[in-house]
Nanobody, 116 residues
Framework: QAQLVESGGGLVQPGGSLRLSCAAS????????MGWYRQAPGKQRDLVAT???????NYLPSVTDRFTISRDNAKNTVWLQMNNLSPEDTAVYYC??????????WGKGTLVTVSS
């Protein structure tokens, strides 16, 4: 059973940093595009960052220059380094794996709260 498990969320002060991890198991995700999404209370789920199997990245404009997505295919792991966090970044962050043929996996999410 393929599974994605996020970790690394928590409470951080404005201007602080967090590093989220997504551990994939149950199959190889080497051919999958991996991504991080987030959903704030009462809002839709938004794409934050993606990284393709060959390492190409894409970011939500508001996080460019603050967030960095990376992956290690040998470890089946994806990370999201988040710097200079603001209260607007508060949300549940979800890991996603998307195959070119349409197969889609989601983690259960990890909560990030940015507050003083």
């Amino acid at each position: 059973q393929a599974q994605l498990v996020e970790s690394g969320g928590g409470l951080v002060q404005p201007g602080g940093s967090l590093r989220l991890s997504c551990a994939a198991s149950g199959r190889s995700f080497i051919n999958y595009a991996m991504g991080w999404y987030r959903q704030a209370p009462g809002k839709q789920r938004d794409l934050v960052a993606t990284i393709t199997s060959d390492g190409s990245t894409n970011y939500l404009p508001s996080v460019t220059d603050r967030f960095t997505i990376s992956r290690d295919n040998a470890k089946n792991t994806v990370w999201l380094q988040m710097n200079n966090l603001s209260p607007e970044d508060t949300a549940v962050y979800y890991c996603n794996a998307k195959h070119p043929l349409g197969v889609d996996y989601w983690g259960k999410g990890t909560l990030v709260t940015v507050s003083s």
